[in-house]
């Protein structure tokens, strides 16, 4: 393995439009594209051609491997400008490594068939609005998105903090500044302290991992400010309680009061495939914060949300997943197999036949 075999590999990847590569010691690169994770007919990597992809990413990331090296995030760029998102790990005493595709362009949310109630979302004057999914049913590309509306649309000072920076921004309206953790600063925690004292307007954290970020954000957007971030959680429900759990039993009741101060929204993703195979389209959650969904925050009646969430669907431009879901089937855009893999629902069906 060299740079050039490397880069050659991952020019592919983009010329594919593949979502993720994969370096493991005895077996090819794999490439996982519509979802399916595709063995590639290149030779089998050694450990030698393992670390020495390792070495390139960290070396670009300006670190060495350290001798006792377990795991580490980064990411990395091409000359021409495509980037990936990188998990390096050892297995079985070697190295691996999983490279996530970054598109080159941002999409707007036409392109990227989200729903169009996401531009009166980002309009929020200050609060806090959530990005939740699995991993890789895309949270990153919604986010930024979002972010970038505003950059476009708005003169804001928007900071983000990232592990490790994933799409770039070019300040258009807005002035954008960008940290890396690791790079530019320790901790997601520390960041989101020191952003504060920046005279920003937008924040955006990449991911909330932990209980200091979490209220860092919390208090964040209490004070005036309009906070984005992730979570790996499936749904409005299950965010809330996340994030509440996250807290001592004997702080919960009080962060429920704070959360329904300033929730804003959640956009909960789930990536499906299409009738065809070939594309993979989003179906999306939206829950508004409106003064019922404030009660139950506040109240822990966290059951009653997702029935408010499909009531406002006119007037508040809400929708469960399972609504859209049934949406998609009757457009004829995805099957009814494919609606109940993603759904949480045992009577999916049933909902799709009296609708």
Do not use: W
Request: net charge negative; proline share 4%.
């Amino acid at each position: 393995m060299d740079s050039k075999t490397l880069n050659q590999i991952l020019e592919i990847a983009f010329a594919k439009r593949v979502s993720d590569i994969h370096f493991e010691v005895d077996n090819p690169p794999f490439f996982r594209a519509h979802g399916q994770l595709l063995r590639s007919k290149l030779p089998n990597l050694k450990p030698e051609d393992t670390e020495f992809i390792a070495s390139t990413i960290m070396a670009q990331n300006q670190r060495e491997l350290p001798v006792d090296f377990k795991e580490f995030d980064a990411s990395y760029a091409l000359e021409n400008s495509g980037r990936f998102r990188v998990s390096l790990f050892r297995q079985r005493g070697n190295f691996g490594i999983v490279m996530r595709v970054i598109p080159p362009e941002i999409g707007a949310f036409q392109d990227l068939k989200l729903p169009a109630v996401l531009s009166e979302i980002v309009k929020a004057p200050n609060g806090l609005v959530l990005v939740t999914g699995p991993t890789g049913n895309g949270k990153s590309t919604t986010l930024a998105s979002m972010i970038n509306y505003l950059n476009e649309k708005y003169a804001y000072n928007i900071i983000t903090i990232e592990d490790p920076i994933e799409f770039l921004f070019i300040s258009k309206k807005s002035c954008v500044i960008q940290r890396e953790v690791g790079i530019d600063t320790d901790n997601f925690s520390s960041a989101l302290k020191a952003s504060l004292r920046m005279d920003p307007d937008v924040i955006m954290v990449g991911e909330m991992r932990d209980l200091e970020t979490i209220d860092a954000c919390i208090k964040a957007s209490e004070t005036g400010h309009l906070v984005f971030s992730t979570l790996h959680t499936q749904s409005a429900t299950s965010t809330i309680n996340r994030l509440v759990g996250h807290f001592p039993p004997d702080a919960q009741e009080i962060i429920r009061q704070r959360l329904a101060d300033i929730l804003v929204a959640t956009i909960s993703l789930r990536l499906v495939e299409d009738k065809s195979g070939e594309y993979l389209l989003p179906v999306v959650e939206v829950m508004r914060s409106t003064t019922t969904i404030q009660a139950c925050i506040r109240e822990g009646n966290l059951d009653e949300i997702e029935g408010h969430i499909e009531k406002g669907t006119g007037q508040y431009q809400t929708q469960s997943m399972d609504q859209h879901l049934i949406q998609l089937c009757k457009k004829g855009i995805i099957t009814m197999k494919e609606a109940k893999r993603v759904s949480s629902s045992m009577d999916l069906e049933r909902k799709l036949n009296f609708t």
